[in-house]
Nanobody, 124 residues
Framework: QVQLVESGGGSVQAGGSLRLSCAAS?????MAWFRQAPGKEREGVAV???????NYADSVKGRFTISKDNAKDTLYLQMHSLKPEDTAMYYC?????????????????????WGQGTQVTVSS
């Protein structure tokens, strides 16, 4: 089992920055950030695998950076140039498999464990 606890959310103005953290009981081969805005489906934001390879949703490329600290068992999401449309609850997720998920990383169903979420609100 994997416990995940997100932190770092808050309210910022458009153009601002935030760094989200996800403290894990252990990092797994694949770790990801998702977000869910009110009335919308949960969507994949970024994924990182154990060798450091990363992938991002097109909507956040060039603005968000996913990273991890293996010594601290912590996942991060650095967010810059925030937009009102980035407003959502942000969740970290862990997958127990040991193979690259490919494009399926974007699907909620492939992730085994979830944190409780941290709210990000971006005002215009």
């Amino acid at each position: 089992q994997v416990q995940l606890v997100e932190s770092g959310g808050g309210s910022v103005q458009a153009g601002g920055s935030l760094r989200l953290s996800c403290a894990a009981s252990r990092l797994t081969y694949s770790m990801a950030w998702f977000r869910q805005a009110p009335g919308k489906e949960r969507e994949g934001v970024a994924v990182i695998i154990s060798d450091g390879n990363k992938n991002y949703a097109d909507s956040v490329k060039g603005r968000f950076t996913i990273s991890k600290d293996n010594a601290k068992d912590t996942l991060y999401l650095q967010m810059h140039s925030l937009k009102p449309e980035d407003t959502a609850m942000y969740y970290c997720a862990a997958n127990l498999g040991s193979a690259w998920l490919g494009g399926s990383w974007r699907y909620v169903r492939v992730w085994d464990y979830w944190g409780q979420g941290t709210q990000v609100t971006v005002s215009s």
